[in-house]
């Protein structure tokens, strides 16, 4: 039988209730296995990481789930938001508990709350998506003074795995991290050309790629690598302000195709609004659904075509 207190609550207050014993018991489970973690955790030894630990999440990256999580890790990292692969995914379990609660409260509908989680944590995916090119850019502005301290530290008479580790603690993040997995990479004594060829794959950046491809050019065949470098670091920042040139004289272009991309919705919104009698004429009879379904599809096609153009001058 449901208790008395139960039966004098309004159902909004027992979902509400429900959800509050959830939440507080999952926050005192993650406590009690934090503690659990932290005693059986074995201390971090004076002598730093051991081979086998450095090169752990090297080859988790490489097979089965861990490729899945290594990809996944590189979207989040490339929005720069200075939160990790299981952050994001806390917050987009969070924003759907919330989106789920919102709509269940009112409706005590399941099927409603189901919905309207799976849209908003695919809304918050589709938002870190979109800014998964803030790595890039920021790696195309640091590797000029990357390639240049790297110089410094070739002519300084460190090897090649030391200089890229000098480089990684003089150059900020993104790029810093580049270079500390092509020095792990090369201290553990994996090939040249394999260890830049991974790295070069994870940063997805046209400039990074000749970088690598100079020092495995290098290693390959000899030169003078510093003076390599500083040739292309010069050209790379010669890129880097055509780019920027590019970008403020195609402004007002990309302006115009975002309001051109907004105008249609914008226009059925005002119909449904301000025209709501004429909307519903239009929608009664066949032709009229019919040419508005066209004109969604290609709405759609169109604002992900604009989408594409416009992402290009990230690959170039």
């Not at 990292?77 to 952050?87: A, K, M, N, Q, W």
């Not at 989106?99 to 995916?125: D, I, K, M, R, S």
């Not at 530290?153 to 090649?160: I, V």
């Amino acid at each position: 039988m449901t208790p008395e207190i139960l039966q004098t609550l309004p159902p909004w207050g027992i979902a509400l209730g429900l959800i509050g014993a959830v939440v507080i018991g999952v926050i005192l489970g993650y406590g009690l296995l934090s503690l659990m973690a932290s005693a059986v955790r074995k201390p971090a030894s004076p002598d730093g990481p051991t081979l086998a630990e450095q090169a752990e999440p090297i080859l988790r990256a490489r097979r089965g789930v861990g490729k899945f999580d290594a990809q996944f890790d590189r979207l989040i990292e490339g929005t720069r938001l200075g939160i990790g692969g299981d952050t994001a995914v806390g917050w987009i379990l969070l924003i759907a508990v919330i989106a789920a609660a919102a709509v269940y409260l009112p409706t005590f509908n399941e099927l409603l709350a189901g919905g309207a989680a799976v849209l908003a944590g695919g809304f918050t995916y589709v938002f870190f998506w979109g800014l998964r090119n803030r790595r890039k850019r920021a790696i195309q502005e640091q590797l000029p003074d990357g390639c240049f301290q790297l110089a410094r530290s070739l002519r300084a008479g460190l090897a090649l795995p030391g200089a890229l580790r000098e480089t990684a603690s003089y150059v900020p993040a993104p790029l810093s991290k580049c270079f500390e997995r092509l020095a792990t990479a090369l201290s553990l004594g994996e090939s040249t050309r394999g260890s830049i060829r991974r790295v070069a794959d994870d940063a997805e950046v046209t400039e990074f790629d000749l970088v690598t491809e100079v020092i495995a050019l290098h290693a390959e065949s000899g030169g003078h690598l510093p003076a390599l470098l500083d040739r292309l670091a010069g050209s790379i920042r010669d890129r880097n302000q055509y780019r920027g040139y590019f970008r403020s004289v195609t402004a007002m272009s990309r302006l115009a195709a975002l309001f051109l991309a907004l105008a249609a919705p914008t226009a059925v919104l005002m119909y449904v609004l301000f025209q709501r009698e004429m909307f519903d004429r239009f929608l009664a009879v066949r032709e009229g659904q019919t040419i508005l379904t066209v004109a969604i599809v290609l709405e759609v096609c169109g604002v992900i075509w604009l989408a594409v153009l416009n992402r290009r001058q990230d690959d170039y």
